[in-house]
C-alpha cells in the first residue's frame, strides 16, 4: 500500500484543546489507576481518568493475571497482614515499600471482593476442581504456593480489567481513553508552597490537546521500560509489561519536582521476548504459573524438589507446605531466591544437578502430576495469567500440545529461558520509582501515586490495593482544597513540546526509533553491570547531548508516531534519572543490584538508606531517609485508618 | 526548551497526517477476511494501538504498526467470529515440545 492509498482514519484535531475539571485526576486506567477512580467517586467527588490505551483491556493486566499475592485476610488465611508484609520488608533487606505492602496485605483481599462484586471470577463457581487440595470447599476458593497457610489466591485474572471498565462507567467517572498524559501542572501559592493543578495530555488519534484541572492528582502509569533493551524491529516484545509503560510518569514526576527512590537499583534483565528469552509462561519451567510443575531432564528422568534444609521430597503435595519448625514460605513475582528463613520448596540447584549427571534440555512434564495439579496449571493458571491465554494455550493447543502426552522444553541453564548478558538491564523484581509518605502522598501535596509507579511496587494485589488507598487519601485532600490555579505559560510551552516533532521534515528528521537504540546503547555502555563515576558521567553527558542536539530533529507523521516519539523523550529523561541516582550512591550493593568498580564495599552500613533524589532548577538534588522510615507497619497503619477499618473493611468472624 | 518550533494553533490545524504500514520482520497478526465481519472491535482494545481500520466497511482493520505487537492477544479474545483473527509468535519464539517419556 502506498502513501496515498490509506488515509489518516481519525479526526485530525491538532492545535484543538479542552479543559476538563474533575476533583480528582487519574493518570493511567491499568489496575491501580481504576481502583484509585473508583475509591474517590464512591466518595462523591467527580473523577477523570486518564488512559494512553483502551481501559477494558489496558496495563500489565489488561489480558489477566492468575495469582493474588498477599491476601492475609481471606477467611483461610493462616497469616496475619502483620506477619507478611514484615517478612516482606525483611526478606529485601529493607530496600522494599513496607508502607505498600502493609496496604496489600491488609486491605487487598477487600480489593478481590470488589473485583467479584464488579462481576469478576475470584472462586470456582463452576465446581471444576472440587475435592483439589488447594481448593477450600466452603468458600470455594482456590489457593497457590503455601497450601498450609493459603494467602496467595488462584484468579481468574482476565475477567478483572472489564469489569473494572463497566464500573467506571456504572460510577459515572468520566473517561478519556487513547489520551497519553505529559506532563504534570503544579502551582505555588504567594507562600512558595508547590501542588499539584492537574495535568496536560493529547489524544493518540486525533493530536487533539487536554488540559486537566484537578484539586488533587493520582499516578498510575507503571514504571520505566526500554532504557537498556530495544529491538526498532520487535518493539512491542522488548520488555515484560506492555510496550505503552514506559515510565512517561516518572518523567513527568521529574520535570515537577517529585521525589525518587531506589533508582539505581536495576537487575540484569529477566524478559526480553524480542531475543534472549521466551514469551513469559511458553517454555517449560516451575516457577509463578508453573509452580510447582514436575521438571525432566533430556533423559526423563525426574529432577528431585528439596525443601530449605536439602531434604528430597517424595510427593507432588509436599512441595506446596512449608518445611518442619517453618511457619510459612514466600514464593511470588519479585521472591527470586529468599533467606532461608523464607524459602520453599524448590527443584535442586543447577550446578547440583550437573554434577549429579542430569542432562540438558529439561523440560517441564505435567503429565507426572496428579489430575487436578495439572489441571490448573494448563488451562486456569495458563490461560489466566496475563499473555496466555491466545498466545500459549491457545496456540500451543492449535499445535498439538497436550500436557497429559507432551514436555515442554526449558531453555538454557535456568528456568527463566532467557540468557541475558550483564549490561541488559531491566527493571525487575520491585525496583525504584515514586517516593511517598503513609498517604502514598508524593513531596507535592495534591500529588498521590499508586501501583507499579511506587519504589519497589509488586504485583497486581499491590496495585489494586494501593490504588484504592491513595484514591481514597486523594479525596479526602480534594475535599479540602479548592482548583489550584495554573499557569497559561506552563500550558503553551508543553503544547509546543508536544507537537514539535510534526514540524520536522520527515527526510531530516531523527525519528524515535533511532533515538530510542542511542539511548539503550549508552546506557548499556556507561550504566551496565558494574557502574564507576567516570563512565557515569560521560553517560550523563551523551544523553545530556541527545537533549539538546537531537530531540528538536525528532519526527513524526501522525499522533500515533508523536506518542511513541514522547515515550522516548521520556525515557531520555528516566535514563538520567539513573544515571542521577547512580551517581548519588557511592558503593555497592546486594540488595539493590548496584555495582561500583570505584566503590567496591558492599552495603556499608553508613550507606545503608534511602538516596532519595528530585531535580530543583535543572539540577539533582538528594536527601537520605533511614530505611525503617515507615515505623511500625499496623500502628502506623492503624493510626490513620480508622475510618476505613471501621465502615469498609471485611471483617471476619 | 528553547529550540522548540513555536506552534501556531491555525497552522496545526492545517497539518495534514500520513500513515502506512510499517515493514517488519513479523506478521503477528492475521486476519481471515471470509471470518471477518469488520466490526473494528479488535482496533478498539489493542492498547498499543496498531490496528487500523478499514477504509471499506465490512473488511479487516489493518496492522499498521506489526513491529508493535505486545503479543497479548487482547484482540483475538474480543473477536465475536473464532478464527477471523489470529496471533502468531515470531518463529524464534516458538518453544518445542516432545512426547513424555
Ligand atoms: C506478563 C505479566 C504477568 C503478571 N502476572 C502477575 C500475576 O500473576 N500476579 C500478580 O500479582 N501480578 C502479576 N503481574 C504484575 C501486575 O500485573 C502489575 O504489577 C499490575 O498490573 C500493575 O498495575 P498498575 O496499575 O500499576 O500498572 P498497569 O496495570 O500496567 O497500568 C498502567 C497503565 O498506565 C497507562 N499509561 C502509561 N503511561 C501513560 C500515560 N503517559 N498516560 C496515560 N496512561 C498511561 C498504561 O497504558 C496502562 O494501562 C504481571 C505482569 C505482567 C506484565
Ligand atoms: S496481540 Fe495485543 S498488542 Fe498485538 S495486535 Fe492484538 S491486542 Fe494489539
Ligand atoms: S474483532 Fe474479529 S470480526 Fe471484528 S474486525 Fe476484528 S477480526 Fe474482524
Known amino acids: ?653 | 526548551m528553547s529550540n522548540q518550533k513555536k506552534v501556531d494553533s491555525k497552522e496545526a490545524f492545517n497539518l495534514e497526517y500520513t500513515v502506512s504500514p510499517v515493514a517488519s520482520s513479523v506478521n503477528p497478526i492475521i486476519y481471515n477476511q471470509e471470518l471477518c465481519i469488520g466490526c473494528n472491535r479488535c482496533a478498539q482494545v489493542c492498547q498499543c494501538d496498531i490496528l487500523f481500520p478499514s477504509k471499506e466497511k465490512g473488511r479487516h482493520p489493518i496492522v499498521m504498526y506489526p513491529g508493535e505487537c505486545y503479543y497479548c492477544g487482547a484482540c483475538v479474545m474480543v473477536c465475536p467470529n473464532p478464527g477471523a483473527i489470529t496471533l502468531k509468535h515470531p518463529l524464534m519464539n516458538r518453544a518445542k515440545f516432545v512426547p513424555v517419556k
Not at chain 1, 496489600?104 to 465446581?127: A, H, I, N, P, Q
Open chain 1, 1 to 653: 500500500m502506498n502513501r496515498s492509498e490509506y488515509k489518516w482514519p481519525y479526526a485530525n484535531e491538532s492545535g484543538m484543546e479542552e479543559m476538563v475539571q474533575s476533583d480528582v485526576l487519574v493518570l493511567g486506567g491499568g489496575l491501580s489507576g481504576c481502583f484509585a477512580a473508583i475509591a474517590a467517586a464512591r466518595k462523591g467527588l467527580s473523577v477523570a481518568i486518564v488512559e494512553k490505551g483502551a481501559i477494558e483491556k489496558s496495563g500489565s493486566a489488561g489480558t489477566g493475571f492468575d495469582h493474588w499475592e498477599s491476601a492475609c485476610t481471606n477467611p483461610c488465611s493462616g497469616v496475619t497482614a502483620k506477619e507478611i508484609a514484615e517478612a516482606y520488608v525483611r526478606e529485601q533487606d529493607w530496600y522494599s515499600n513496607g508502607i505498600a505492602h502493609y496496604i496489600e496485605c491488609r486491605e487487598g483481599y477487600d480489593r478481590l471482593l470488589d473485583l467479584e462484586s464488579f462481576g469478576g471470577k475470584v472462586r470456582d463457581t463452576e465446581d471444576e476442581f472440587v475435592g483439589a487440595e488447594f481448593r477450600d470447599e466452603n468458600t470455594k476458593l482456590m489457593f497457590a504456593y503455601d497450601y498450609k497457610n493459603k494467602f496467595t489466591i488462584r484468579v481468574w485474572g482476565s475477567t478483572f480489567k472489564p469489569a473494572l471498565y463497566r464500573e467506571l462507567k456504572k460510577l459515572g467517572v468520566k473517561i478519556y481513553e487513547r489520551t497519553e498524559a505529559t506532563g504534570l501542572l503544579v502551582s505555588s501559592d504567594s507562600g512558595g508552597t508547590v501542588r499539584g493543578a492537574g495535568a496536560m495530555g493529547m489524544n493518540v488519534r486525533t493530536g487533539k490537546f487536554y488540559v486537566f484541572r484537578a484539586k488533587s492528582t493520582v499516578l498510575a502509569m507503571s514504571r520505566p521500560a526500554r532504557v537498556w533493551l530495544f529491538d526498532p524491529d520487535l518493539t512491542g516484545l522488548c520488555e515484560f509489561r506492555p510496550m505503552q509503560s514506559i515510565g512517561s510518569g516518572h518523567a513527568m514526576g521529574w520535570r515537577a519536582g517529585l521525589e525518587f527512590t531506589m533508582m539505581e537499583k536495576t537487575v540484569r534483565a529477566e524478559f526480553s521476548a524480542a531475543g534472549r528469552s521466551f514469551p513469559p509462561y511458553g517454555a517449560g519451567n516451575n516457577h509463578n504459573t508453573w509452580y510447582a510443575a514436575t521438571m525432566v531432564d533430556a533423559r526423563g528422568v525426574e529432577i528431585p524438589y528439596v525443601d530449605r534444609d536439602g531434604r528430597e521430597l517424595k510427593t507432588v503435595s509436599e512441595r506446596y507446605y512449608p518445611a518442619p519448625g517453618q511457619k510459612f514460605f514466600l514464593k511470588g513475582g519479585v521472591i527470586d531466591n529468599p533467606k532461608y528463613e523464607y524459602r520453599g520448596p524448590e527443584t535442586l540447584e543447577f550446578d547440583e544437578l550437573i554434577k549429579r549427571g542430569y542432562q540438558l534440555p529439561f523440560y517441564a512434564d505435567l503429565s507426572r502430576m496428579p489430575e487436578s495439579e495439572r489441571k490448573v496449571i494448563w488451562g486456569m493458571m495458563i490461560g489466566e495469567e496475563a499473555k496466555t491465554k491466545i498466545p500459549i494455550y491457545q496456540n500451543y493447543t492449535d499445535r498439538g500440545f497436550d500436557p497429559s502426552k507432551h514436555m515442554l522444553q526449558s531453555y538454557g541453564t535456568g528456568w527463566q529461558s532467557a540468557n541475558f548478558l550483564e549490561q541488559e538491564r531491566q527493571f525487575f523484581g520491585a525496583p525504584g520509582g515514586v517516593m511517598h509518605d503513609w498517604d502514598l502522598k508524593t513531596n507535592v501535596d495534591g500529588i498521590y501515586a499508586c501501583g507499579d509507579q511506587l519504589y519497589a511496587s509488586d504485583c497486581a494485589g499491590f496495585a489494586c490495593a494501593t490504588g484504592y488507598y491513595a484514591g481514597r487519601k486523594a479525596s479526602d485532600y480534594a475535599k479540602t482544597v479548592g482548583l489550584a490555579e495554573i499557569n497559561s505559560q506552563d500550558v503553551q510551552a508543553e503544547k509546543e513540546r508536544l507537537y514539535a516533532p510534526l514540524y520536522v521534515r520527515s527526510e531530516e528528521g531523527i525519528t524515535w526509533k533511532e533515538l530510542n537504540s542511542a539511548i539503550s546503547k549508552a546506557m548499556q555502555n556507561y550504566c551496565g553491570g558494574v557502574k564507576c563515576d567516570s563512565l557515569l558521567l560521560e553517560g550523563l553527558d551523551l544523553l545530556k547531548s541527545f537533549e539538546k542536539d537531537i530531540v528538536p530533529s525528532l519526527y513524526a507523521e501522525n499522533p500515533h508516531d508523536l506518542m511513541r516519539t514522547h515515550e522516548v523523550m521520556d525515557i531520555l529523561t528516566v535514563a538520567q534519572i539513573v544515571l542521577h541516582a547512580s551517581l548519588a550512591r557511592k558503593s555497592s550493593s546486594q540488595p539493590l543490584c548496584f555495582m561500583r568498580s570505584d566503590y567496591p564495599e558492599i552495603d556499608p552500613a553508613c550507606d545503608r538508606k534511602h538516596i532519595v533524589l528530585r531535580q530543583e532548577d535543572g539540577k539533582p538534588v538528594t536527601r537520605e531517609v533511614p530505611l525503617d522510615f515507615f515505623g511500625d507497619l499496623e500502628e502506623e497503619y492503624e493510626k490513620r485508618n480508622q475510618r476505613y477499618i471501621r465502615e469498609e473493611a471485611v471483617h471476619h468472624e
